[in-house]
């Protein structure tokens, strides 16, 4: 490591001091005051969230009291605290970045975090797991904390029907698998009907190990395949209109 990097920091660790951790502090000045708050008032600040939000203020003015919210409902539900890293993985996810986080220092109740900040909007966000088990086992864990909030959150597993898919994929929160995700793409792009598409609009997504699905993941191909339409009585039909044609001298 050179003088200088060792003099000045790294690049992350001069950004996380400038710009994560003096957020990280204003949450934590909130934490008192959040925990002041009735049962039904920490509930109704997601209203309170979302009717700021349908008036034009921004997910990033509201990013410290929404995850102060969603910190003491985790401490009610769960009776887990976001730590200080955990706080500041979750700003860098919400930011749309990589956070590399250290076996133990819990993932999975970090991206609860950027989650309840997206949920507000009413657009979804996803949260891309390497299998399903992972993804029932959060989406029912983490789904205490949501379900808390007033936030719903739903599974897209492999075998549920399109009505199913539908209804998860309507959720605030879905959890599910890189694969089962990347399928139903495939299959709603083979529909010839608006309404037997499953999918909604994507907004945001968190990709859990990152480097297993983005990198390992990514060599393997999804391949999608469907019956063969019988075009027979097309050629049939072309057919007789060709053999009618004159030439034109």
């Known amino acids: 490591m050179s003088f200088l990097t060792n003099l000045f920091g790294t690049h992350n660790e ?4 400038k710009e994560i951790f003096p957020l990280v ?6 934490e008192s005051e959040t925990a002041s708050l009735a049962d039904s008032e920490l509930t109704a600040k997601t209203s309170e969230f979302k009717n ?3 008036q034009g203020e921004s997910l990033d003015s509201m990013l410290c009291e929404v995850f ?3 910190r003491e409902a985790a401490k009610r ?5 976001h730590y200080d890293v955990q706080l500041a993985g979750g700003i860098v996810l919400h930011q749309g970045k990589i956070a590399e986080m250290k076996t133990g220092e819990g993932k999975t109740l970090t991206a609860t975090l950027p989650c309840c900040l997206r949920g507000i909007t009413g657009l979804g966000a996803h949260v891309v797991t390497v299998n399903d ?4 086992r959060d989406a029912k864990w983490m789904g205490a904390i949501y379900h808390f909030l007033g936030l719903s959150v739903g599974t897209v597993r492999h075998g549920m029907s399109s009505a199913e898919k539908k209804v998860a994929y309507s959720s605030d929160i879905v959890y599910g698998t890189n694969n089962e995700f990347g399928f139903d793409y495939l299959r ?3 529909q010839s009907n608006p309404d037997d598409l499953v999918l909604p609009d994507f907004h945001f997504a968190i990709v859990d190990e990152v480097d297993s699905i983005l990198i390992d993941e990514a060599r393997t191909p999804l391949i999608i395949s469907g019956e063969a339409s019988d075009q027979r009585q097309q050629y049939k039909i072309a057919r007789q209109g060709i053999i009618g044609l004159k030439k034109d001298i």
Do not use: T
């Not at 539900?77 to 605290?81: A, E, I, K, P, S």
């Open 52 to 54: 700021r939000f349908s």
């Open 68 to 70: 102060a919210v969603c």
């Open 188 to 190: 709603d792009n083979m």
């Open 77 to 81: 539900v769960l009776g887990q605290r």
């Open 25 to 30: 502090n204003k949450i934590n000045e909130l």
């Open 14 to 17: 001069r950004m996380l001091q």
């Open 133 to 136: 088990y992972l993804a029932a």
